[in-house]
């Protein structure tokens, strides 16, 4: 795996959230795939208002409470330029800028690289003296995720410069 280093401003996304850890979402009870499918399913892509870009959905992991061992909120959503109008039930999330490690995922199923990108992702952190700050992590769904059978994602992974 070669990461691409990355510095990208702040930025605000709009979306639907819940709160997980890792260890519940290799459980029955697991909620990020329920996300998914409430946020593509009832096409709540077309409520946000404000998009940036309507093609290019985000997957924010944000409010981590002890790094990857603890609770975190994930959240599916856009980019937007304005979030003073946002529906009940929506939240809003503003990422700050930072310095990314941008890793990239083979070309397949969703369901199945977005795991085995995580997968390797933790296990290249264990390997390396880079430290991550927690302070937002996102996937980035974009035209190469048209063909969910035959996509590609990156992971953008907040890190200290």
Known sequence: MNPVIKKKDRFTIIGISVKTTNANEMTAG????????????????NE??????????????????DGVKG???ITAGLEVSDHSEIQEDYVVKTIPAATYLVFTSEEGPIS????KL?????????????ERTY???????????QNPQNA???IYIAIKA
């Open 152 to 154: 590609q994602v990156d």
């Open 135 to 145: 302070t937002g992590d996102f996937e980035v769904y974009d035209e190469r995720c």
């Open 30 to 45: 697991a909620k990020i795939a329920g996300l998914w499918e409430r946020y593509y399913g009832q096409k709540l892509f």
């Open 118 to 130: 995580w997968q390797d992702i933790w296990n290249w952190f264990e390997q390396e003296e880079v």
């Open 48 to 65: 946000i208002p404000n998009p940036i870009n309507t093609f290019v959905t985000y997957g924010l992991y944000s409010d981590y409470i």
């Open 71 to 73: 609770e975190y909120s």
């Open 112 to 115: 199945e690289i977005v795991i």
